[in-house]
């Protein structure tokens, strides 16, 4: 409970609106229909963007900072500053864009996208978003491949 009090004076605009159980009561992995009316009852992912929006996930973009061989870097909407290059054999931890406001009844799950893993990018971080969480999300991968990989500021690289 400290946390959550710590959270509400961080981030005021978002706990409040987050009730104690599902109104609907309807358990399950939630569909495209009602990730949206969590996004807009709950602010469930913010910002959203109905594009990323999938069946029964949303895809998370790459933020604003990041971390790669120990040093933190910040990532701008514009040319030359806008992406990460991810060395051979390198874990690099990156910043979601959006803002995460987990309900306390749900969990959420997320991993890397398919075709990232296909290029040789592991994903080491833990798969599940705890109930009652506020916050963007850090996703530390690992480039297994023996070539550099680049991504690209509010570009998909997980899903939720």
Sequence with gaps: MKKDLELSK??????????????????????SDEIERYVCEFKL???FNSENLKAASYQLTVGDEYAVGGEIGK?????????IKIPPFEVTVIKTKEMINMPRFLIGRWNIRVSKAYDGLLWVGGPQVDPGYVGHLYCPIYNLSNREVIYR????YCYN
């Design 45 to 47: 992912i913010d910002p």
């Design 10 to 31: 961080k981030y005021p605009e978002y706990l409040p609106c987050c009730p104690e159980e599902d109104p609907k009561g309807e358990p399950g992995v939630l569909l």
């Design 153 to 156: 500021v509010g570009r998909g």
């Design 75 to 83: 990532l701008y909407d514009e040319a030359g500053k806008n992406k």
